[in-house]
């Protein structure tokens, strides 16, 4: 059995008795998170803010609201424009990936920068029921290139490095994922079975139990799921977990329970909700990002045995395309 992380979600489990209490296994270490760039941070609050107390909600909202402003202030000053203290300002910036204050003051002024010289972030209105069919299509043509935007900013480089070294190496990859993100799980087996890699997605997830357990260490198993809590893919990761398999989230809930049975979390921006644009559909494009970053990391990491494969499985289905007559 494998040692289970501390996460905020972990942390709450862990007082009730559940993995990671008292008696249970040692937390174990993850690569430690790059602080993010500037242009990243406003969509590290719309990613992380969900996640947030009410009181560091306040502050991500005024950083990412008036960069420049913020900028000029100190822990103090930032402390009593949110009404909050300072050190929920400093756990604030700790939250979205910065060391401390002094990090974050310095990404606030250079997001600042970067909004004077016009760089500032795109906002997409809601489709409304008598929408003309153009401005659907801008509209949503708006929200998929900031949702891709926000994944991309957001996304922990070195978590994703090792889940790919996790892959490359692996002896089997079983990957699990309900509804929506199911079609995001059987878009990554198929990649990676295409260069050669022996890869599983099950839509049932009795055949998901019943493939995970048959994991073992020198294995993987990759997890989707944007609410973080789908009970049919967290169950087949643990399993997976427990019998020594490398894990894997793909998620948009870092505090989420299925990060608890995740040696490497990738995260995916919120998902904006409307009456005609369910959360599955923003969900799903910046999950399949995310795979698509994954499977050309391994694609690489396994170049010489990837090309031939790709080859391969090319040339076995040119036959079933037919020639333009």
Request: aromatic fraction near 2%; charged fraction near 20%; include cysteine.
């Amino acid at each position: 059995m494998k040692e289970t992380f501390t996460t905020p979600a972990s942390a709450a489990s862990a007082a009730s008795g559940g993995p990671g209490g008292p008696g249970g296994p040692v937390p174990g270490p993850r690569p430690a998170p790059v602080p993010p760039a500037p242009a990243a941070l406003a969509a590290k609050v719309r990613m992380l803010g969900p996640t947030m107390t009410r009181s560091m909600q306040r502050v991500a909202e005024a950083v990412a609201g008036d960069p420049a402003g913020c900028a000029a202030l100190t822990v103090t000053g930032l402390a009593e424009r949110t009404g909050t203290s300072e050190a929920t300002v400093v756990r604030t910036a700790r939250s979205l990936g910065y060391p401390g204050y002094r990090d974050l003051r310095l990404a606030l002024a250079g997001l600042a920068a970067q909004q004077e010289s016009g760089a500032a972030p795109a906002v997409t209105a809601d489709i409304a029921v008598d929408d003309p069919l153009p401005d659907v299509v801008a509209k949503l043509a708006r929200e998929e290139q900031q949702c891709l935007a926000d994944t991309a900013a957001g996304l922990d480089v070195t978590q994703l490095g090792a889940a790919v070294t996790a892959l490359a190496g692996a002896r089997r990859i079983d990957v699990y994922g309900i509804g929506a993100s199911n079609l995001v799980a059987q878009d990554l087996a198929q990649k990676l079975l295409r260069i050669g890699l022996p890869a599983h997605a099950h839509a049932d997830p009795h055949l998901a139990m019943t493939g995970a357990v048959q994991l073992r260490a020198g294995d993987a198993a990759v997890a989707i799921s944007h609410s973080g809590r789908t009970v049919d893919v967290i169950e087949p990761l643990r399993t997976a977990f427990d019998r020594g398999a490398t894990t894997v989230a793909v998620t948009g809930r870092p505090d989420g329970e299925i990060t608890q049975y995740a040696d490497h979390v990738l995260t995916t921006s919120p998902a904006r909700e409307s009456e005609l644009r369910p959360a599955a559909m923003s969900s799903r494009t910046s999950q399949l990002l995310v795979v698509d970053c994954l499977f050309i990391g391994v694609a690489q990491r396994t170049h010489d045995t990837a090309a031939p494969a790709l080859a391969a499985s090319y040339e076995a289905l040119a036959h079933r395309h037919r020639p333009r007559g």
